[in-house]
């Protein structure tokens, strides 16, 4: 175990406000508070976009396969093996066969989102009242309308309880994107010779703040999406 | 203590249970769950707690057990106080039965009702012994033993819960509307055999019920309460529907008294008539003839095999061969045994097609025929007013 | 905008490197090489035991000690109401922050090495263990635990006896989950010198070539199907009473 004497919490802050100089790039100023908030932001923007994409596909999907009743050990594979794959690895192999940049890292962000959005918007679907939908189908309303009106409302707990994991996963995988061209927080932690301990410790806390609030704005986001009905059934 | 022995009839593993003002007041609420109720339930009698939904007889029945503590007054089972004791102690001498049964989900139900053998550290073989004497008891197959509850029905799962809450032989019964989550048919046979049961072991029960009719057909006493567990009245079902104390009891008993004090009576209980039997293979002319008997009460002959069993009612058409055919013509319909309760015998007779309704015994063989027309005239016969008729009181035994 | 250049730079010294390295399997080595060389595979296949050992050490400790901590805390808040919601946010902080932050947010206290993997790790399970124990317990029948308590068990009995039996097909799916989760993402403690199959990956500062990813990125995934495996079947075994039909 080896401590690191130039790392510290408050070397960490000031290096996120203000630019320090460095050992590698021969005098060139890394750091501050510009440069910190533009990795935020590029963190930020690619784990958007693979949430979309990653929203987009599975939410579709899980809906109507729980509408269905259908391919529930599908559903749970998926969500084994979607929590079974290693980033690192999926993230190296669109480095080194595929190609870098945000064109092919977002997508492959994406399928890392797929299985908890999958798996939970199926559960979620399933959990709803038959007698629910039931009645829905006897007032004359179309499986469509079901699904987008009755099952997806009332399952949207659950639904963005998958958003929520996703995002989770998202984010963190973006920290180590810079491996393949896509350039984020993670820069901070990956090219650390460059940024010094103080960029890294930086980076770390920087990363945490924004997983953080994102999933607080999510939890917002759910509480607003959900129902005042359901918010009166006990956990 | 628990006598332990394995012949569950002799022994008076049964004690007294005693309110002495006992009080229940939650705190913040207006006013006592239960207000100083003092109560005495003898040994070995079924006492029913009856009375509307929130009048404090469920918290009346907890406080022996003391999963609802007392705040002042005491209980007492025998000459003790159930204060005296550690709870989970005192629970351990106290059969409990719940509505919703409760059974352990994860166990077997030879180790369901063992549990509290178990936790009195019978060993293994004598739990193994007392479990299967119990399935016996309560009328099922010893092959469930191994079973888990997911596998019985409700009624199989309440008897079971029963003989769990017997199988430390306690001295006090507590069963809180124990059929109340059964279905009707089955509650009947529940309540029936618990009362055959009752005849044998002769336990302290406290039963608790918001049903009038299941209170008078189980209790040897019956305590109608009302808020506050206040008593109105304490007294046998025959008093309750006789003499009732006030306006509420008089009330909550129903306007349908008369048809109630059915429910105190047993078919065997009252002078049944006969019909004319006839043998499959007998000559048709000797079953005509006496039909034709002057004395006949029934006209109508009933065929029975050689053992005196009905098999059914002979028509006109049956009559018409030379010999008694092998299969009547009219269906049996509803056989009644002289141990049934008037009133059930009653609704089976109004829903049967038949007017008649043999009366067999034990074995099954035919000891007479009831039928509605006996029992208005029972009812509107001087016998009916008195009080000591024995088909008013109730039977032990 | 230094990563591209490094990631480029850093390429062609691993080219070189592992083409001195090698013993004429050129092609399979090169980071744009197609996708899974049997050949290698076939001859390179034990420089994998020593990461793989390292990761299942990792992630063992990891599980077991959040598997203790987080069992704990939900046996101590299961009977205090108030304490769950608190204990359910601080557990579910420590999994929302990335792990790969994480470690090097833990850099100043106990530095690179395991000891800061399995810390970090560990937190990781908490939440999905803590919350299941809560909800495995909390849905046994209440009607199950009024017959016990009125039978006469103690608290402590009900507890061990009828409660916890009754919640362990809960507490193994959150078990399941979390040794899942950790296996894949222990991939990652090889960012703080802690071994383990992310060496195979991304070893000493550089990605490696397709076929070493797709061989770690396999055995990654069959042991976390494995063990995925075996803790269902534990569980199986474990439930009997819920095998058989209902009445």
Redesign the interface.
């Known amino acids: ?4 004497p130039f ?3 408050t070397g960490a802050f000031e290096f996120i406000f203000a630019p320090q100089d460095s050992n590698v ?1 021969g005098g060139n100023q890394v750091g501050g508070f510009e440069k910190s908030l533009e990795l935020v932001l590029k963190h930020l923007e690619v784990t958007v976009i693979a949430l979309a994409i990653a929203l987009i596909v599975a939410l579709p999907l899980g809906l109507y396969l729980g509408h269905r009743g259908r391919g529930e050990l599908f559903a749970v594979g998926i969500g ?2 979607g ?7 999926v993230i ?2 669109v ?3 595929i190609g ?1 940049g945000l064109k092919t890292v977002a997508p492959a962000l994406a399928i890392l989102g797929l299985a908890p959005i999958l798996v939970n918007t199926y559960v979620g679907v399933r959990q709803v009242d038959s007698a629910t939908v039931e009645a829905a189908r006897g007032m004359g309303m179309s499986e469509l309308d079901i699904m987008r009106k009755v099952e997806l409302p009332l399952a949207i707990p659950t639904v963005m309880g998958g958003v929520r994991g996703a995002a ?1 996963v998202i ?2 995988t973006a ?2 994107a ?2 393949a ?1 896509v ?1 984020t927080l ?2 901070f ?3 650390r010779n ?1 940024y010094g ?1 103080n960029g ?2 930086a ?3 920087l ?2 703040l924004l ?2 609030t994102l ?1 607080g704005s999510l939890a917002l986001l759910q509480r607003r999406l959900t129902s005042d009905g359901l918010k009166l059934k006990t956990v | 203590m628990p006598s332990g022995e394995s012949d569950a009839q002799s022994q008076p593993g049964a004690s007294s249970v005693r309110y002495e003002e006992t009080t229940k007041q939650y705190p913040g609420a207006s006013a006592p769950a239960v207000d100083e109720l003092t109560l005495e339930v003898p040994a070995g009698e079924i006492c029913v707690l009856v009375g509307p939904s929130g009048c404090g007889k469920t918290t009346a029945m907890r406080m022996v ?1 003391r ?1 609802v503590e007392i705040t002042s007054g005491d209980v007492l089972i025998g000459d003790h106080s159930v204060r005296d004791r550690e ?8 059969g ?1 039965v ?10 077997t139900i030879t180790e369901n009702i063992g ?2 053998p178990q ?1 009195l550290g019978w060993d293994k073989q004598r739990i193994r012994e007392r479990s299967a004497e119990l399935l016996e008891l309560i009328g099922l197959d010893p092959e469930l033993g191994d ?7 409700g009624g ?1 799962q309440q008897r079971v ?1 029963v003989a ?1 809450a017997l199988a430390a032989d306690p001295l006090v019964m ?1 069963m809180d509307e124990p059929f109340g989550a059964i279905d009707p048919i089955n509650r009947e046979r529940l309540q029936n055999e618990f009362l055959r049961l009752q005849a044998e072991i002769r336990k302290t029960v406290l039963f608790v019920t918001h049903d009038i009719d299941e209170a008078i057909k189980m209790g040897d006493r019956i305590a109608v309460m009302r808020e506050g567990g206040r008593v109105e009245q304490y007294a046998t079902p025959a008093e309750l529907l006789m003499a009732p104390a006030n306006e509420f009891v008089e009330d909550f008993v129903g306007a349908d008294r008369a048809l109630k004090r059915l429910a105190l009576m047993r078919v065997g209980d009252i002078n049944l008539w006969e019909a004319p039997l006839a043998y499959v293979g007998q000559a048709t002319a000797e079953v005509r003839k006496k039909l034709a008997a002057p004395d006949v009460e029934i006209p109508y002959p009933l065929l029975v095999d050689s053992e005196r069993r009905p098999l059914g009612w002979l028509s006109e058409r049956d009559l018409g061969a030379d010999t008694v055919p092998q299969r009547p013509d009219s269906p049996l319909g509803p056989v009644l045994e002289r141990d049934d309760v008037m009133r059930d015998a009653l609704a089976d007779l109004l829903q049967g097609e038949s007017q008649y309704a043999p009366v067999v015994d034990h074995e099954g063989r035919i000891t007479g025929v009831l039928s509605v027309e006996i029992i208005s005239e029972f009812l509107a016969s001087p016998e009916a007013k008195s009080d000591e008729h024995p088909a008013v009181e109730r039977p032990h035994g | ?4 250049l ?2 480029t730079a850093a390429a062609e010294v691993g080219g070189d490197f592992f083409r001195e390295r090698s013993s004429g399997t050129l092609p399979c080595q090169a ?2 090489s197609h ?1 899974f060389c049997w050949d290698w595979a076939k001859e390179n296949i034990d420089r994998y035991g020593t990461p793989t050992v390292q990761h299942l050490e990792i992630v063992l400790l990891s599980v077991v000690i959040g598997f203790v901590v987080a069992f704990g805390l939900a046996l101590f808040a299961h009977r205090r109401r108030q304490l769950q919601p608190p204990l359910l946010a601080a557990t ?2 420590l ?11 833990l ?7 395991r ?1 800061t993997a399995i810390i970090v790790l560990a937190a990781y399970t908490l939440q999905i263990i803590y919350r299941n124990t809560i909800l495995g317990l909390a849905n046994v ?14 608290n402590r ?1 009900i507890l061990w006896q ?1 409660e916890l ?2 919640a362990i097909p809960e507490i193994i799916a959150g078990l ?2 979390a040794v ?2 950790t ?3 222990a ?2 403690v ?2 703080i010198n802690a071994g383990g ?2 060496t195979q ?2 070893g000493s500062g550089n ?4 076929t070493s ?2 061989i ?2 396999a055995i ?2 069959g042991m ?2 494995l063990f ?1 495996l075996v803790l269902l079947t534990l569980q199986r075994l474990t ?3 819920r095998r ?4």
């Open positions: 175990m080896t401590t690191l790392a510290s919490f790039t084994t093996a929590r079974a794959i290693p980033e690192l690895a190296a192999l480095a080194v066969l870098v989770i984010v963190a920290t180590i810079p491996l061209g350039e993670g820069d932690i990956i090219n460059v301990e890294l410790l980076g770390a806390i990363v945490a997983a953080l999933e | 057990n999963t709870p989970a102690q005192l629970r351990r001498e106290i409990y719940i509505q919703q049964i409760g059974l352990f989900p994860h166990r549990a509290v936790l079973r888990y509850p997911a596998q019985l029905s199989q819960g769990r507590l | 905008m230094a990563s591209p490094l990631l980071q744009s996708l579910g902080i999994y929302t922050i990335p792990s790969i932050a994480f470690f090097f947010l850099l100043p206290i106990t530095g690179f090495g000891d029948p209440a009607s199950v635990k009024d017959a016990a308590r009125g039978m006469g068990l103690t009995q009828v039996p009754l399941r989950v899942v989760s296996i894949a993402i991939t990652l090889v960012f199959l992310g990956i991304y990605l490696t070539f397709p990813i797709v770690a990125m990654v995934m976390a199907l995925d439930t009997p009473w058989v039909r209902q009445a």
